[in-house]
Nanobody, 122 residues
């Protein structure tokens, strides 16, 4: 059974930074793509970033390019989302997700974590 457990959310002032972590277990993830999504109150869940577990190219939503960085630590089976220059509009519940295959896509994810809250104050 695949388990994805997010951590690292919290309250931060605009312009600050946070690093989210996603601990993955229950599978060998070398042939998976890992993604981060977010959902703000009253809005649909949206894609943030994705990366192949093997460490290939990453993909980002336009709204976070240049500010967020996704990375993996294979030894720890952990995916990170480094978020810098945070804005109030980044406030949302952030979800980690896993997708079978090698396509670094913005949809079609098979497994989801429970989410972690990120709140950015102005």
């Amino acid at each position: 059974q695949v388990q994805l457990v997010e951590s690292g959310g919290g309250l931060v002032q605009a312009g600050g930074s946070l690093r989210l972590s996603c601990a993955a277990s229950g599978r060998t993830f070398s042939s998976y793509v890992m993604g981060w999504f977010r959902q703000a109150p009253g809005k649909e869940r949206e894609f943030v970033a994705a990366i192949s577990w093997s460490g290939g190219s990453a993909r980002y939503a336009d709204s976070v390019k240049g500010r967020f960085t996704i990375s993996t630590d294979n030894g720890k089976n952990t995916v990170y989302l480094q978020m810098n220059s945070l804005k109030p509009e980044d406030t949302a519940v952030y979800y980690c997700a896993a997708r079978r295959g090698m396509l670094v896509a913005a949809r079609g994810y098979d497994y989801w974590g429970q989410g972690t809250q990120v709140t950015v104050s102005s």
